[in-house]
């Protein structure tokens, strides 16, 4: 059975623009939740959905956005880039929100 | 915010070693769990332990949890060179709220010596 999984694997963007981040959760996963992770840091949480419904925010700024759609894949949106977001995002899946995560290998965002 | 502090943060030791690493968190929990990285890949999850349990095994790994003091340790007993990577604690702290906010520590880089 195929894992998470994320698209794109890297990316560059210039500060300002906007970029998209996908991810495909698990057969049977209703929840995905996403994490970003700065260099020699632990995972933050950002958001949380399930069944389509955001369950949980993070610390971030609402430049961040994200849905998910009925198939149970979800979008990460992060607008007017800054040089901070630089980072490693990762997509988690799980059964119902809670209990074991299944990361996908994530996506590597640089912003120059 | 960073909710775990991994400790130590960095350890090297020879294969066979058993390695240790502890975790402190802030928060009551409703469970801990223990996660390895592989050189900024993704995450795999090793084992998890519930706020009612004090001790874990699976295969090499023992993990324990001591809510009255807030800290979790992870043992690797016999380990291999492959058992070098990170490794992070995440707790789930208790919320009626219905979101599971998964917070990670700062982790433990681990090192094994053929």
């Known amino acids: 059975d195929a894992g998470v999984t994320q698209s794109p694997t890297h990316l560059i963007k210039t500060r300002g623009q906007q970029v998209t981040l996908r991810c495909s959760p698990i057969?049977?996963?209703?929840?995905v939740s996403w994490y970003q992770q700065v260099l020699g840091q632990g995972p933050q949480f950002i958001f949380q959905?399930?069944?389509?419904?955001?369950?949980g925010r993070g610390n971030f700024p609402d430049r961040f956005s994200a849905r998910q759609f009925p198939n149970y894949s979800s979008e990460l949106n992060v607008n007017a880039l800054l040089l901070g977001d630089s980072a490693l995002y990762l997509c988690?899946?799980?059964?119902?929100?809670?209990?074991?995560?299944?990361f996908g290998e994530g996506s590597r965002l640089t912003v120059l | 915010s960073q909710q775990g502090e991994e400790d130590p943060q960095a350890l090297s030791i020879q294969e066979g070693e058993n390695a240790t690493m502890n975790c402190s968190y802030k928060?009551?929990?409703?469970?801990l769990q223990w996660y390895r990285q592989n050189s900024g890949r993704g995450l795999v999850h090793l084992i998890l332990?519930?706020?009612?349990?004090r001790e874990k095994h699976s295969g090499r790994l023992r993990v324990t949890l001591d809510t009255s003091k807030k800290s979790s340790s992870l043992l690797i007993t016999a380990s291999r060179a492959a058992d070098t990577a990170s490794y992070f604690c995440?707790?789930?702290?208790?919320?009626?709220?219905?979101?599971?906010?998964?917070?990670f520590g700062t982790g433990t880089r681990l090192k094994v010596l053929a």
């Open positions: 332990i519930r706020s009612n349990e």
């Open positions: 928060t009551s929990i409703n469970n």
């Open positions: 959905y399930y069944e389509k419904e955001e369950r």
């Open positions: 995440a707790t789930d702290p208790s919320t009626t709220s219905g979101t599971y906010k998964y917070i």
């Open positions: 057969s049977g996963h209703k929840s």
């Open positions: 988690a899946s799980s059964i119902q929100g809670y209990g074991e995560l299944f």
